[in-house]
């Protein structure tokens, strides 16, 4: 058996890459705090079971700046919007998510019921109409409203884009994307989001293959942050993209081979490129702000490599972001949360019978023992 001291020979300690060749330990012991290499793919597989010690050097040792970056362990759970005893369902927030399309309506319950399970007050759905019967019974809890997709709808008050205008208004948090489509509806709707920036603004899935697609469609948040003239635009919520690798590749026109070399670099960039958050899905999963901080995962397992799992995150993300966590801190938090509620569902299931529901159930078991 082999132990690595600090970490593997020729794993990098920045990116996690193999250069060349690498060392592939049984165990690493590395000293006072993990390097991002250690977290990242592939040195964490090539350093085994990484095990933190202490040798004298503590946080007063580093430069009074932010970190290069954090991770969580289940005592970061604290970190969780606190409960208050007089409480409605005002007081949670409300979260609206444009998702779903004709008969795919799956995304949208997932995402629904996951804002719900991380405690938000209330949680409207705007979706397809053919997706009605099916969303009433899966979630009489959330507040519905439909549109028609017909070509032919010339009321124009019944436009899609107009009904979701007159939606965004209500809520703390809008989430778009999961289910959602990639046709002149779907475009039409984020359009409407982006242009209307009255609340923080998450978008995962179809929102973001339409971003790669119309990238224009941020242009008028850009000329935003220009008039800004480098002040912090308090008028301006945040932006949330949720991409994993197949995803940033669209957006980025970088191939995902080179994504993978350098996860917070591109990570980064995004983010300070879209003035937002930027969370890149991956077996570890990376969390960056244009600020300059970086979240690296250590929940998870590969069970969740399954389909609408990233529908539950973006619900869990939308429902941190609605009882007022900000940006950087719910996309976080809302990860670690994520993979924790897929190992404590994966205890149950196996890491091969695990479906995006079953994450849900994890939720609402993780948070209980809290």
């Avoid at 058996?1 to 990116?15: K, W």
């Avoid at 990233?310 to 429902?319: E, K, N, P, Q, Y």
Wanted: with cysteine; hydrophobic share 40%; charged share 25%.
């Amino acid at each position: 058996r082999v132990l690595a001291v600090d970490i593997p020979s020729g794993v990098h300690a920045d990116t996690g890459q193999c250069m060349g060749e690498a060392v592939r330990a049984d165990v690493t012991v590395t000293f006072a705090f993990y390097k991002r290499g250690q977290l990242l793919y592939p040195g964490r597989a090539f350093c085994g079971k990484c095990v933190l010690r202490d040798i004298g050097i503590t946080e007063r040792a580093l430069p009074v700046k932010e970190p290069l970056s954090v991770c969580y362990d289940r005592s970061d759970l604290s970190k969780l919007p606190a409960r208050r005893a007089d409480s409605n369902k005002g007081t949670f927030g409300k979260v609206l998510l444009a998702a779903g399309s004709r008969e795919i309506c799956g995304a949208a319950y997932l995402s629904a019921k996951a804002a719900y399970r991380t405690g938000a007050g209330l949680v409207g759905l705007f979706t397809e109409e053919t997706n009605r019967q099916a969303l009433q019974q899966m979630l009489p809890e959330a507040l519905l409203t439909f549109y028609e997709a017909s070509p032919g709808e010339k009321d124009k008050a019944a436009c899609p884009s107009m009904l979701l205008a007159n939606k965004l208004f209500w809520p703390e948090v809008v989430g778009i994307g999961p289910g959602l489509g990639t046709d002149e509806i779907a475009k039409e709707l984020l359009q409407t989001v982006l242009e209307r920036p009255r609340t923080p603004v998450v978008i995962d899935a179809d929102g973001l293959n339409l971003l790669a697609k119309y990238p224009e469609l941020l242009q008028k948040r850009r000329e935003r942050l220009r008039q800004a003239e480098g002040d912090t635009p308090k008028e301006l919520p945040e932006l949330i993209v949720t991409p994993h690798m197949a995803e940033m590749g669209r957006l980025t026109g970088i191939a995902v081979s080179r994504l993978k070399e350098d996860p917070v670099r591109y990570a980064a960039e995004l983010a300070k490129e879209y003035h937002g958050v930027c969370v890149l899905k991956d077996a570890c999963t990376v969390v960056c702000d244009h600020r300059g901080r970086c979240f690296l995962n250590t929940s998870g397992n590969n069970g969740m490599s399954t389909g609408g799992s990233g529908d539950v995150l973006t619900g869990i993300i939308s429902g941190l972001l609605a009882q007022g966590m900000p940006a950087f801190e719910a996309s976080s938090l809302g990860v670690y949360l994520h993979g924790c509620a897929g190992d404590t569902a994966a205890a149950e299931t196996g890491e091969y019978g695990l479906m995006a529901g079953n994450l849900i159930d994890g939720i609402e078991e993780l948070l209980n023992e809290k």
